[in-house]
């Protein structure tokens, strides 16, 4: 099976994955807490995020998938063309085809052609050796690195890797090797805080946790099987919200994919401490279904409501978000009790503890976050 061949199942299984998703995921156990007061006005509103000393102009990206064959170089050339349009970041698919064949370059140059100015960002695997890495880098003229983990889509891929001990070694040669920042990032099996925690020894800058919930590679893989018997594989992992919950404390600058469905759920991942919030499958899908107008606005539309958010949650900018009083709810909450996550203090990290020698009542003391003072009227 040849790298393009595979590249362009993947596209296809992944598509049939959208149309047959159920459109619920864990994301929908995560509500912020309604302040009815705490709004703020539109202008006051930025969608400027930063983290591990990136500035990007708003919080969400195209996340890696595709180049490497014919087909999925001309779905590379239309999400960098509406990634130009609407200034966000976008990463190419795994540059793992143009290490064994160069002749396919073109199809992941065209990231770089499309969107001069953009910030664009390379994708290897864990085994790449420094120089292909630096190789991929210059082709498109990175501004990052991505090094994908994805044992879950080995293990049943037909052809996969079978040998993982090389792995963190790797990414900390490569991280050594190459001059911009290295972001680790799953496959939407999610990173838990042991992988994120390793991360950060290793020299990444970021971590991607690309969790459970959306695009499913174990079963994107099983559909390439002859007789499909690791169907068990399926859903495995945590989701994004999991993930971003159980690394929340890891001192690594985290980003959040996998299953990110709206605006909402961008609000959401940036609330639980992500930086900036990345979308593949379903980007995929609207660029596949009304091409690149269809995703320009998707992508569009997906900021202004953001910023419609983040005003009526008082939040000035995404990082403003982490101090809204969050919810969490099912089987989600039930995984933060196992992990000894505090989800009272998410609930109420928007007021200051009640402490006994405070003047006022619980939430009226000096202090208080952002949606306090937009409801008692008070500015910074
Ligand atoms: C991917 N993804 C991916 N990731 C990566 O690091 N290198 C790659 O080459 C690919 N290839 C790829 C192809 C296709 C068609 C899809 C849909 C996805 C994984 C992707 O970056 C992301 O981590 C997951 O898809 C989860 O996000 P969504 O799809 O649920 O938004």
Redesign the pocket.
């Known amino acids: 099976m040849s790298s393009a061949q595979r590249?362009d199942d993947?596209?296809r299984?992944?598509?049939e994955q959208?149309h047959a998703h159920s459109g619920r995921n864990q994301f929908d156990e995560v509500s912020f807490v309604h302040h009815a007061l705490a709004g703020i006005d539109r202008p006051d509103v930025s969608l400027r995020t930063a983290f591990a000393g990136l500035s990007w102009q708003a919080p969400l990206y195209i996340?890696?998938?595709?180049?490497g064959s014919v087909k999925t170089g001309a779905i590379n050339r239309d999400l960098a063309i509406a990634a130009r349009e609407t200034g966000v970041a976008i990463?190419?698919?795994?540059m793992?085809a143009y290490f064994k064949d160069p002749s396919c370059a073109d199809t992941f140059r065209v990231l770089r052609t499309e969107n001069p100015d953009g910030f664009v960002m390379a994708?290897v695997?864990a085994t790449a050796s420094a120089d292909n890495a630096r190789r991929a880098i210059d082709l498109i003229r990175a501004d990052a690195l991505?090094i994908?983990l994805?044992t879950a889509q080995e293990t049943p891929m037909p052809e996969g890797d079978r040998s993982f001990a090389s792995w963190g070694p790797q990414i900390a040669r490569i991280a050594a090797a190459v001059d911009v920042p290295v972001i680790v990032?799953?496959?939407?099996n999610g990173l838990s805080r042991q992988t994120v925690l390793a991360l950060a020894g290793l020299g990444a800058a970021a971590a991607?946790v690309?969790?459970r919930?959306?695009?499913d590679?174990a079963r994107?893989e099983n559909g390439r099987r002859e007789l499909a018997d690791y169907a068990y594989l399926h859903d495995w992992g945590q989701s994004?919200a999991a993930c971003l919950l159980d690394a929340q404390d890891t001192g690594l600058p985290l980003l959040a994919?996998?299953?990110?469905r709206s605006p909402l759920d961008v609000a959401r991942a940036l609330a639980l401490g992500a930086g900036a919030v990345?979308?593949?499958?379903?980007?995929?899908r609207t660029l596949l279904d009304g091409g690149v107008p269809a995703l320009v606005a998707k992508i569009s539309t997906w900021l202004d409501q953001l910023a419609a958010l983040q005003t009526m949650l008082g939040a000035r900018t995404p990082a403003d978000l982490t101090r809204c009083d969050l919810l969490i709810h099912g089987p989600l909450r039930s995984f933060c009790a196992d992990r000894g996550i505090d989800t009272h203090r998410l609930a109420q990290r928007s007021s200051p503890s009640p402490s006994p020698n405070s003047g006022p009542g619980p939430g009226l003391s000096s202090g208080s976050g952002d949606a306090l003072h937009q409801m008692t009227g008070s500015t910074r």
């Open positions: 590249k993947h596209v299984l992944a598509m959208q996340n890696a998938m595709t180049g990463a190419s698919g795994s793992h994708n695997n991505q994908h994805n990032k799953e496959v939407g991607d690309s969790g919930g959306g695009t590679f994107i994004t994919s996998g299953g990110v990345g979308s593949s499958g379903g980007f995929l």
